[in-house]
């Protein structure tokens, strides 16, 4: 890693600011706002210094938006991350025409893994707003690919990796947190500067589910 | 971080991609479609990029029919 001056970090967060008001601003330059916040949220942060994300969407209509990890369509949809393991990412986006053209997500995910082409996950969010809030699974929910200490707490056969854990909005700011906080992912900025623009965008970023 | 790239597809070049991504996670392409348009997006996670491909089509188009 190169490592940067505060200066840089100020122009970045600066740059994060005005992208995250632009992607709550709605209209057809919100995906594009969007795209720029989650480039720079992770340049802040987790993302290794070749890690990438592309944004795709139909010629003919630009109402949905698909945002995923990596540069290749033919490739897997992951992140690089600063700890040489991976956070696959898909997020469908739409703009909402019911709610003044608001940038909404349709449906997401995001799993830490520890290649990019195999199932060595740890740790996996997904949420589908088309779910009805009553639904079971949660709307938005947490999957944990491990062991439980106590035996027979879980149904015969059933894994924990596929126990849903509720969470209502699997924002991106709080897979950045986990993964720096719980998981030890260096990250790029210094603490104080990448957890100040975590906490001045998460709430905002609720904003972004289910209205 | 390398700078975002942006994709601007035909409705061919979508359809294509559904197909591949459903493949290379060992699912039939048509099924996939038809899930997709009775709103069963069935092994979320997996096909969650084939599904996002999806979602950029018209409800009516021909391919959630045929």
Known sequence: MTPSSPHNWSSTVASLRKASDGRLAGGREAPAHFERYVNLLFRLTVAHREAAIRLSRLAASSKVWALTGGHDPGGRPAVRLTDGR??????????????????????????????????SWVFRAD????????????????????????????????????????????TLEAAVVLLADEFGVPTNAPHEVWRAAVAEHEAKSARLFDS | MLPTKTYIYTRDEIVELVRFKSLEQ?????????????????????LLEAYAFCAMLPKDDPIFTS
């Open chain 1, 86 to 119: 991976y956070l696959r990412l898909v997020a469908v986006l739409e703009l909402d025409v019911s709610a003044s053209r608001q940038l909404r997500f349709q449906a997401l995910t995001w799993q830490y893994q520890n290649a990019i082409d195999d199932d």
């Open chain 1, 127 to 170: 949420y589908s707003r088309s779910r009805s809030p009553a639904a079971s699974p949660p709307r938005g929910h947490l999957h944990i690919d491990g062991t439980l200490r106590q035996p027979g707490v879980l149904r015969p056969k059933q894994p924990l990796g596929r126990v849903h854990f509720p969470c209502r909005r699997p």
């Open chain 2, 26 to 46: 060992g699912h039939d392409p048509d099924d996939v479609f038809r899930n997709y348009a009775a709103g069963d997006w069935r092994h979320f996670s997996r």
